[in-house]
Structure formats: structure tokens, C-alpha cells
């Protein structure tokens, strides 16, 4: 299965699906099996299609080398539910698959899934589009780092006017409007849409999220409220994870240094409290990335490719900022404590079968993203997600600024073009911004090696110019490149003659030595 990701855009795990079930039936190898005497044609064993079906998965950029062959088969499950596959005798329906040797074949029908035809609500499409089309063009955005302090400053003057911008103009000042605290609110939708939009790569957002689900409250809670290690802190407790659920996660991030050992402890102890914390988040009544934003983070893992690795970390602290505060600080903390253990190599085996990083990404996936409807590929969507969050947490949830300095010099623009033209009606066009293009896995090879080839040979010049360098040290660094580097060595001197014009001197021949004959030896005796 080719590594292309699936087009982004609304439905997308529908689509996925499709392609998958596609490629399946189209290159899983079919053959003749012989089973209580009897032979039966195109058809396979539930093993070898969990054998194929796997290395596809973990081949694939959708899924990643993280896809565990129990995943597989959980897969083959749904797909014989689905009917996408049936057992030799015509059943299908249920999720009656174990990898083993039993038959299965292609139905004649398809599997290919109807997308859902819904639209979104058409009162919110045109609410955002007037809004936008009230606000003013920026002419410079900064994106200078603020200090703590300087950003909860900064927030709170958002909201409030300032009847003073223009002291020698008093009248000015009587008549401009006031910036209201809804215009602030669409300000902040208005400019986090415009920034996913151009990360996604999207021409429309209308499927994926709405205006109303960004609540700027959170957004700015979720800046502003947070520990020196960037923890959201919530003022109601009564939001935060139980007391004993956070010892245990303390317990186990921390081990076996910040194990009590006044309390008891028994072999498998780890295990035990390792439990209890899956239990707690496998409880929860609805996922950490709630269903609200399922399209949303479905639709980044488009970008989860080391080639796009930069723009999905950016893609990913704003979604996270979306979310309510007591989920965000909940994700900061397991994400915390996960990544700690995987590392950890004092952490003694948590499973018997599975390694420590597999058990954590398996167990809590499940927690994180899931659609309010069933969607057969949530587990495998979810597994991806995980591991890249869990790999670039502390990048994913540093806050950036950069969304706020964008409101405030906004809003400060309209407050001065407000005193200025009192009497105008100041229409206002939000700035675009540009990204990395999205480039195919091909054109990153061939882009790496070229440009570690153009840094090689910038060193070559380096060292043919560098006149600290005495003649010696520097025939002897070019004699070690050209072992090191011989092609690019040869592009940079062609012939030995354009080798020795970099010494100002031509190839001497060394003249032979003197001769020079043993001396005899005479007797002693006359």
C-alpha cells in the first residue's frame, strides 16, 4: 500500500477506510486451500491475511510501524463484520476471527462505505464570513516570545478600551466605538481558523470545525493558567484528576525514586498501580480530545511525516489549546508520565508479552481520540496520534504566543483606525500566513541529500580558503576529503592541473639523491 496519505478534509476516517478495504481485496495474494477434504479456491487463512495486512499497516504513513499485529486482527474482525470478508461458508456479521488457520474469502459486493451527507449549520458559515469581513488588514504581525507575566498583561487589556490613545484629541476619542468583548471573541476564532485552515492545507474548514466550537475562554485560560513546567492549573479542583489517581501517576513517573517505602510493597506492586491509572482514564466517559474535535485531529495525521514534522507540532498546540481546560491538563500530565516511563530503565516489565513503550501507546489510545459513532479504524488512528504526541509533548504544549500578539496588535490597530475615522465604518480583512509546502517523501530524500552534499562541499571551500591553514595541514585535510568525499572532491579539482593552481605552483618532479659510495675499509696489516 502506497504511503500517501489519505486526502485530508471531512470524513476522513470514512475514507480511509475505503481505501484500505480497497487495496486489500485488490493485493492480498489468494490461493487454493484444501480443508476436511475438501479444496476451495481465492480464498486465505485468517493468518495470512493477518501477516499481509500487517506489514501493509505498519508500512503505511497512516498508521506507522507502531500498528501491533493484535490490531491487525482486531481489524480483520471489523472487517468481517462489515462484510468486507466472509468465512468459506458464506457467514459474516460478527467478529468470530482468530488468527489461525481458518478460510476466509472476498464477497462479490462491496465494501466501500457511503460518505455521511451532512452540512454544516448554515447561520454559523455566514456569521463567520460577515465577521471576517468587518476586520481590518494588519500590516505587521510580531511574533516576539512573551514572558508569563507580559501575556496574562497583555489578555487582560484585550477587553478594555483605553479612553487615552489620543490625549490631544479629546473629541476624537468621544466618538469612537467602543471594541466590544464579542468582537474580541470573533477575533480570536477568526485568526485560530485562519491558522489551522493554512497548516491543514484545506480550502474550507466548514466540515472539520466550526466557528462556535473555538471557545476563546478556553484558549486564553489554557495560555495564561499554567505551572513553570506549562501544566494548566485549574481553579476549580473539583475539575482535577482524584488525588489517588495523580500519587499512583507520581508514583509510577517517578520510580522508584519517589516510591514511599513506609508504605508496603509486593512483587507486581508497579503493575498493580500502572492498572489502577488505566482503569481510571478507560473509564472516562468520553475521550481526552473529546468528540466534539474528532474530524479536527483525524484530519492531522496527514501531516505526522518526519518531513512535515514541524508544521504538525504547530498544527497540534493550537487544536490542544482548544480544548476545555480540566482535558488539556489531563493530556499534559499522562502524556508527562507515559513518556517518563517508557524511558525509564529502572521501570521493571509492566507486561509480560509487550515492551514498555508498545503497553503505553496500546493502553492509553484508547482514552485519547474516538468518534462518537463507531468508526472501525479509531484504534489504529488513535495509536498513531499517541505516539507523536508522546514523542514531542513538550513541544506540542508550549503555548504560542504568537496567536495572542496577532489579537492584541489587531485590536489595537482597530482601536487607532477607530480614532482616526470616527465616522467610517472601518472594514477589516484578517492577514494570511504561509507555510512549508507539503512536499511528497521522494522530493525530502532527494532534498536531503542534496543539501547535505551542498553543506560537504561548502566545507571543501572552507578549508581551500582558510589561510591559517600552512601548505602542509591543508594538502593534508584535502588528501583526507578526497578519501572521505571522492565525488565531490573530483567536481571541485577536474584534472590534477586545476589542483595545483591552488598552490600558486606547478607539480615539482623530486630530483634523485646524491650517490654516494661506501667507503673501503683498508687492513690494518701492511
Known amino acids: 500500500m502506497e504511503s500517501r496519505p489519505a486526502g485530508p478534509g471531512p470524513y476522513r476516517a470514512t475514507k480511509l477506510w475505503n481505501e484500505i478495504t480497497k487495496y486489500f481485496r485488490a493485493g492480498m495474494p489468494l490461493r487454493k486451500h484444501r480443508q476436511h477434504f475438501k479444496k476451495h479456491g481465492s480464498c486465505f487463512t485468517a493468518s495470512e491475511a493477518v501477516e499481509w495486512l500487517h506489514e501493509v499497516l505498519r508500512s503505511n504513513s497512516n498508521f506507522g510501524p507502531e500498528v501491533t499485529r493484535q490490531q491487525t486482527v482486531q481489524l480483520l474482525r471489523k472487517f468481517l463484520k462489515n462484510h468486507v470478508i466472509e468465512d468459506i461458508k458464506g457467514r459474516w456479521g460478527s467478529e468470530d476471527l482468530e488468527d489461525n488457520g481458518a478460510l476466509y474469502r472476498f464477497p462479490s459486493t462491496s465494501p466501500v462505505k457511503p460518505l455521511p451527507s451532512s452540512c454544516p449549520p448554515k447561520e454559523n458559515l455566514e456569521n463567520f464570513s ?6 481590518f488588514k494588519l500590516l505587521h504581525l510580531s511574533r516576539r516570545t512573551f514572558k508569563k507575566h507580559e501575556l496574562l498583561q497583555s489578555l487582560e487589556n484585550l477587553e478594555k478600551t483605553n479612553p487615552d490613545i489620543i490625549e490631544e484629541n479629546k473629541e476624537d476619542t468621544l466618538h469612537r466605538k467602543e471594541i466590544s468583548h464579542e468582537y474580541v471573541q470573533e477575533t480570536w476564532r ?3 481558523l485562519i491558522h489551522l485552515q493554512t497548516i491543514l492545507g484545506l480550502p474550507s474548514l466548514e466540515e472539520v470545525l466550526q466557528p462556535t466550537q473555538i471557545v476563546p475562554e478556553y484558549v486564553i485560560y489554557n495560555m495564561t493558567n499554567t505551572s513553570k513546567h506549562g501544566v494548566v492549573i485549574l481553579q476549580n479542583k473539583s475539575e482535577d484528576l482524584p488525588h489517588w489517581v495523580l500519587s499512583a501517576m507520581k508514583c509510577l513517573a517517578y520510580w522508584p525514586r519517589n516510591n514511599d517505602m513506609s508504605q508496603p510493597t509486593y512483587n507486581g506492586f508497579e503493575r498493580d498501580v500502572f492498572r489502577t491509572v488505566a482503569d ?5 466517559p468520553e475521550p481526552l480530545l473529546t468528540f466534539e474535535y474528532y474530524e479536527l485531529f483525524v484530519n492531522i495525521l496527514d501531516l505526522l511525516q518526519p518531513h512535515l514534522e514541524r508544521i504538525a507540532i504547530e498544527a497540534l498546540q493550537i487544536c490542544c489549546l482548544l480544548l476545555p481546560p480540566p482535558n488539556r491538563r489531563k493530556i499534559q500530565l499522562l502524556m508527562r508520565m507515559i513518556s517518563r516511563i517508557s524511558e525509564n530503565v529502572d521501570m521493571p516489565r509492566l507486561h509480560d508479552a509487550m515492551g514498555t513503550r508498545s503497553l503505553m501507546i496500546q493502553t492509553f489510545s484508547r482514552c485519547m481520540l474516538c468518534c462518537a459513532e ?3 479504524l479509531d484504534e489504529l488512528l488513535s495509536t498513531r496520534l499517541v505516539s507523536f504526541l508522546m514523542d514531542h509533548q513538550q513541544e506540542i504544549f508550549k503555548v504560542p504566543t504568537y496567536l495572542q500578539v496577532a489579537v492584541r496588535d489587531h485590536i489595537e490597530y482597530m482601536k487607532m483606525a477607530q480614532c482616526k475615522y470616527p465616522e467610517e465604518e472601518v472594514c477589516a480583512i484578517l ?17 536531503k541529500v542534496s543539501t547535505s552534499q551542498a553543506a560537504v ?3 571543501l571551500e572552507n578549508i581551500i580558503k582558510d589561510k591559517n ?8 585535510k584535502l588528501k583526507q576529503f578526497q578519501k572521505e568525499y571522492p565525488l565531490i572532491y573530483q567536481n571541485r579539482f577536474p584534472t590534477t592541473e586545476n589542483e595545483a593552481m591552488l598552490f600558486d605552483n606547478k607539480p615539482t618532479i623530486k630530483q634523485p639523491m ?9 687492513s690494518l696489516r701492511y
Open 130 to 135: 460577515r465577521d471576517k469581513e468587518r476586520l
Open 190 to 192: 477568526n485568526i485560530i
Open 280 to 284: 481510571y482514564f478507560l473509564n472516562l
Open 374 to 376: 463507531e468508526v472501525d
Open 431 to 447: 492577514p494570511t500566513y504561509s507555510y512549508c509546502k507539503q512536499i511528497t517523501p521522494q522530493e525530502f530524500e532527494e532534498q
Open 457 to 459: 562541499a561548502e566545507l
Open 469 to 476: 591553514l600552512s601548505v602542509k595541514d591543508k594538502k593534508k
Open 514 to 522: 646524491l650517490s654516494l659510495r661506501k667507503p673501503r675499509f683498508r
